[in-house]
T-cell receptor, first 115, second 115 residues
Framework: AQKVTQAQTEISVVEKEDVTLDCVYE???????LFWYKQPPSGELVFLIR??????QNEISGRYSWNFQKSTSSFNFTITASQVVDSAVYFC????????????FGQGTILTVHP | GAGVSQSPSNKVTEKGKDVELRCDPI?????LYWYRQSLGQGLEFLIY????????KSGLPSDRFSAERTGGSVSTLTIQRTQQEDSAVYLC?????????????FGQGTRLTVV
């Protein structure tokens, strides 16, 4: 069974600050996939990134970066120089084993970026 | 269409009535998922379809819930004898294949209110 924990319920920052969203996952699968989704006020879940369990290479994409550490079962997400438009709920999720279609989501972190 | 389309966007129904929620996935996507988002339970997996394989129904909360996918495209989620605890946003998603190697694209959801 998969489990995802996002310990931060809400984060509030001022524009241009950097912010890191934490995610810790649990799985017994040797092969699994990790995802981050963003849910703006419009309600639609927007895919941000996917990582395979066998690829620990971290990635930077514009203002976004991800830190995948298998040793600590963490998959953290950082926004550099946050903007008001980054305000949303961010969900970390995983899928693995023979049930790749079953995304297990964390409880989400509400990010509010103030001008 | 360009994205996953769900209808209706909002549905108010009386307790005990049946409801049908519709999902049009992205053309060519073989995998289709239903999730439920509620305040108390977060994002919960309900069911997913992969091509012609038998659907994974392991997330359906009771036998009042059922889903069909006709012709490998449109899906309908049916809730019979609705209860107040069924009130939630029902999200549909589709992906190219259900392998974890491709991300899921979500619709904007159907907000169901049972009164």
């Amino acid at each position: 069974a998969q489990k995802v924990t996002q310990a931060q319920t809400e984060i509030s920052v001022v524009e241009k600050e950097d912010v890191t969203l934490d995610c810790v996952y649990e799985t017994r699968d040797t092969t699994y996939y990790l995802f981050w989704y963003k849910q703006p006020p419009s309600g639609e879940l927007v895919f941000l990134i996917r990582r395979n369990s066998f690829d620990e290479q971290n990635e930077i994409s514009g203002r976004y970066s991800w830190n995948f550490q298998k040793s600590t079962s963490s998959f953290n997400f950082t926004i550099t120089a946050s903007q008001v438009v980054d305000s949303a709920v961010y969900f970390c999720s995983n899928a693995g084993g023979t049930s790749y279609g079953k995304l297990t989501f964390g409880q989400g972190t509400i990010l509010t970026v103030h001008p | 269409g360009a994205g996953v389309s769900q209808s209706p966007s909002n549905k108010v129904t009386e307790k005990g009535k049946d409801v049908e929620l519709r999902c049009d996935p992205i053309s060519g996507h073989t995998a289709l998922y239903w999730y439920r988002q509620s305040l108390g339970q977060g994002l919960e997996f309900l069911i997913y379809f992969q091509g012609n394989s038998a659907p994974d129904k392991s997330g359906l909360p009771s036998d009042r819930f059922s889903a069909e996918r006709t012709g490998g495209s449109v899906s309908t989620l049916t809730i019979q004898r609705t209860q107040q605890e069924d009130s939630a946003v029902y999200l549909c998603a589709s992906s190219l294949v259900s392998s974890g190697t491709t991300e899921a694209f979500f619709g904007q959801g159907t907000r169901l209110t049972v009164v």
